[in-house]
């Protein structure tokens, strides 16, 4: 299953939101969409969910204009809010019916996921009476458990507990293995580059980068070393003129920038057999370096 | 359309797992089969009380003598000569007092007793034809001297007449004539039967009762609805509802679980008290104002159930585009003012309306075809005078094509709304919005 968008525009009134935005995405895989606040992901997502109409472009799955009767989305969206007053298990189950779920389906399904997530027991509570975190569990289960084609996590950490967290990432990644097409849209792009094969940042209404995550990181020079040494002043002293010299916070390791990336395995085998090394590597550049340099 | 019984049903299980709304109606369910079955229980009690005073004395005269006793004291002077007439037709008039002559002529003893509280009133009567009375109450429902000035009139034509050379007999006889008399009320009644008429004053009653019912059971449920959209969207289960389902569905499975849930109100009510009535019919005797009530015709209940369908449509609708609008439950009570008001103004239209007898009027002709006070208007004119029967068609499918009309924007508004938050959007915001969409 692919999914394409083509040309996405809106406006709402006078401020045009998305100016002809274009990016696919992949099931089997996660797929980053970021930007700023205000960039135009929750309206993205919005129109990807037909809430409302694109003014103009298209989108399309396996190259057809999509047919929402036929694709299930979960939504987990990053204003979270269910029925405070209500059962948990009653609201889960009609947000599954919603979804077209039947009646005994949406139960059953409800019922395995609150015991996937360690929520069993909360089944005939008021949602209200729950922490926060919990609640967000059951905001996921809301996301997940009509069976859902293209899944939607907006913001899907803010909020958890370490536990909590990693429990997530692997109800993530079980949900990635099992063939859905999973896009995240988060601020945190340390769980992005952990997810996410495949990213589009938005910015100012465009798509300004987009493609393969490690393919990005590649297109980038590969001038620069990453070296972590107890002799690191002694090695600053010895270097060649050219190659400049950067301390990193901690005091244990450095970023070493050639003039270009030609000379930079004889540098580094250079420097293996002089100093004592603990680590040395080509260093990538990271997402939220990226991130900085595309959407600012 | 299986979403919508999807909402339908998850809104219903809502209303009827909710404490309040069963609270309320066991409540007015009790309080009205109470009131229903109050004359039986209390002819019960008496039975039972009046058995025990029996067994305590022997004979019944002397517990009337003592229960006489029980009442007020009322005192009576009159000059000596009329003293025995006076009391004694006093006593047959006033049977709600202890009827006792003065002991004394000396008004200022006669005015202590009473503000002393000993009598609680007094008649000082000059002769036959004038009199003075004593009371520490001058209440609205004091109607002593209405009843003295009968009794006496009696008793000086009576005087009169003899004295003309009349027996008392015959005197008797000419005070006592009856007029025999039959009112007959021309005019259609709901049904179109032209024969019997409705009599104005038991149409009155229940016309009231139930455009008062109209009135609330429309604007509680209609709140109702408004609060429902506004919860949603103030604890942002919204954003989750618009990804889920399509919103003229939501709108529609709202506004008809609130529709069935004010009908089952009604029912379970309006059940009651005529099961309630139907047991107790006996115990009620001849209470015109009661009978009148449950002696309405079949048909206007039939026109209430029709009215209140269409105008809950049209209001319900309008109160969920309203709460999709605001962002918080705060805003909600601001925002629905406009729609309450002309609500409020159609009831007090038809209220005037009806307390002046003039239910024909130009205004109310007006109202009755304006979609949001037919509901009350229509059915007033329908219930207490006489209106063709192409009037209530046009003001019924005008009040149709209205309930479609309404829903249809009320969804649009819906769809934008509930996405808008921060101020509520100005009516000249949606408005475009509106043709945007």
Not at chain 1, 185 to 198: A, G, L, P, V, W
Not at chain 1, 250 to 256: E, F, K
Not at chain 2, 422 to 432: C, F, L, N, V
Request: one cysteine or more; charged letters at 20%; glycine letters at 8%.
């Amino acid at each position: 299953m692919k999914l394409e968008f083509c040309g996405i525009k809106k406006s709402f009134g006078e401020k045009l939101v998305l100016d002809g935005v274009s990016f696919s995405a992949e099931s089997g895989s996660a797929f980053g969409l970021l930007g700023r606040n205000g960039a135009g992901k929750t309206t993205s997502i919005r129109i990807l969910m037909n809430v409302f109409p694109a003014d103009g472009g298209q989108i399309l799955l396996d190259g057809a204009p999509i047919d929402y009767k036929k694709v299930g989305f979960g939504y987990l969206p990053e204003e979270r809010g269910l029925y405070p007053k209500k059962k948990i298990f009653d609201q889960l189950v009609y947000f599954a019916e919603l979804h077209g779920m039947k009646r005994q389906d949406a139960a059953s399904s409800v019922d395995s996921w609150l015991r996937r997530l360690g929520m069993a027991e909360y089944r005939d509570k008021r949602l209200d009476t729950l922490s926060k975190g919990n609640q967000q569990k059951i905001q996921l289960i809301t996301a997940l458990a009509h069976d859902p084609d293209i899944v939607i996590l907006d913001e899907p950490f803010s909020g958890l507990d370490p536990v909590n967290a990693r429990l997530l990432k692997d109800v993530v990644r079980e949900v990635i293995g099992n063939g859905c097409l999973v896009i995240f849209s988060s601020h945190q792009m340390n769980y992005i580059e952990e997810f996410c094969d495949t990213i589009a940042i938005l910015h100012g209404g465009n798509v300004v980068l987009s493609g393969d995550l490690g393919e990005i990181k590649h297109s980038y020079p590969r001038n620069r070393l990453t070296v972590r040494s107890r002799e690191l002043e002694r090695m600053r002293a010895a270097l060649p003129p050219d190659v400049t010299f950067e301390a990193d916070g901690d005091g244990g390791s450095a970023t070493l920038t050639l003039p270009s990336p030609d000379r930079k395995a004889e540098l580094m085998s250079a420097l293996t057999r002089s100093f004592d090394i603990d680590e040395i590597a080509v260093k990538e550049p990271s997402l939220n370096d990226i991130f900085v340099e595309y959407a600012s | 359309m299986r979403r919508f019984r999807t909402i339908l049903g998850f809104e219903l299980r809502g209303y009827f797992t909710n404490k309040v709304f069963v609270a309320v109606t066991v409540v007015l369910v009790v309080a009205i089969a109470a009131v229903l079955f109050f004359p039986r229980a209390s002819a019960l009690v008496t039975d039972i009380f009046g058995d025990d005073a029996a067994d305590g004395t022997e004979e019944g005269d002397e517990s009337e003598e003592i229960n006489r006793d029980e009442l007020p004291l009322m005192l009576v002077s009159a000059p000596d000569d009329i003293e025995s007439t006076v009391i004694d037709s006093f006593s047959s008039a006033f049977l709600n007092y202890n009827v006792k002559p003065a002991d004394t002529d000396d008004v200022d003893a006669i005015k202590k007793s009473v503000s002393d509280g000993d009598a609680e009133c007094a008649f000082v009567l000059g002769s036959m034809t004038s009199y003075t009375y004593y009371s520490t109450t001058n209440s609205l429902f004091d109607s002593n001297t209405m009843v003295a000035d009968e009794t006496l009139r009696s008793l000086a034509m009576v005087s009169e007449m003899m004295s003309a050379g009349i027996s008392p007999e015959e005197a008797g006889s000419i005070l006592a004539t009856v007029i025999e008399s039959e009112t007959v009320t021309l005019g259609a009644s709901g049904d179109g039967d032209l024969s019997g008429g409705v009599d104005f004053i038991s149409s009155l009653i229940y016309t009231y009762i139930m455009v008062y019912a109209l009135y609330i059971v429309i604007l509680v449920y209609g709140q109702m609805v408004a609060t429902s959209v506004a919860t949603e969207k103030s604890s942002r289960a919204m954003e989750l509802l618009v990804t889920s389902t399509d919103p003229v569905s939501m709108m529609f499975g709202k506004v008809f679980a609130a529709c069935i849930a004010g009908l089952t109100q009604i029912a379970a009510v309006f059940g009651t008290a005529l099961v309630c009535f139907a047991v107790n019919e006996p115990w009620w005797g001849d209470n015109m104002v009661v009978r009148s009530i449950f002696d309405m015709p079949l048909s206007l209940l039939l026109y209430m159930l029709l009215f209140f369908l269409l105008g809950f449509l049209v209001f319900a609708f309008m109160f969920g585009a309203i709460g999709s609008t605001v962002s918080k439950l705060e805003e909600l009570n601001t925002a629905s003012m406009p729609v309450v008001l002309i609500f409020v103004v159609g009831l007090m239209v038809v209220v005037f309306g009806m307390s002046s007898g003039n239910i024909d009027s130009t205004v109310m002709r007006v109202f009755s075809y304006i979609p949001f006070t037919s509901p009350m208007a229509m059915f007033t004119r329908i219930a207490m005078g006489s209106v063709p029967a192409y009037e209530i068609a046009i003001s019924v499918a005008i009040l149709s094509v209205s309930v479609f009309i309404i829903g249809y924007v009320s969804a649009k508004i819906y769809r934008i709304g509930v996405l808008l938050y921060g101020t509520p959007p100005k009516p000249s915001a949606i408005i475009k919005a509106l043709r945007r969409a």
